[in-house]
């Protein structure tokens, strides 16, 4: 369960990437992750989930962060495929 501090952070993330980062990310990140630090509204780009966080966290090292994945609704997936 999240706290409500990980859900405002969250919901403001998810926010900035909206109204701010969405338009111009999805043009040639298509699959990235972006992790959004919603305090100064900075975001990190990475390749792989773990890229993006890792920046986040070089950055902000006492922060939240939320991590999107660009161009997705979701950041990961979990679940099986049945062939």
Do not use: W
């Amino acid at each position: 369960m999240l706290s409500d501090e990980s859900k405002r952070v969250a919901s403001r993330a998810k926010k900035l990437y909206e109204e701010k980062y969405r338009e111009t990310l999805e043009k040639g990140n298509h699959g990235a992750f972006v992790c959004i630090e919603p305090e100064s509204g900075e975001y990190f780009l990475g390749a792989t989930f773990d890229d993006a966080v890792n920046k986040a966290i070089d950055a902000y090292p006492n922060r939240l962060t939320h991590t999107l994945r660009v161009g997705h609704v979701a950041a990961l997936h979990l679940g099986v495929m049945i062939q």
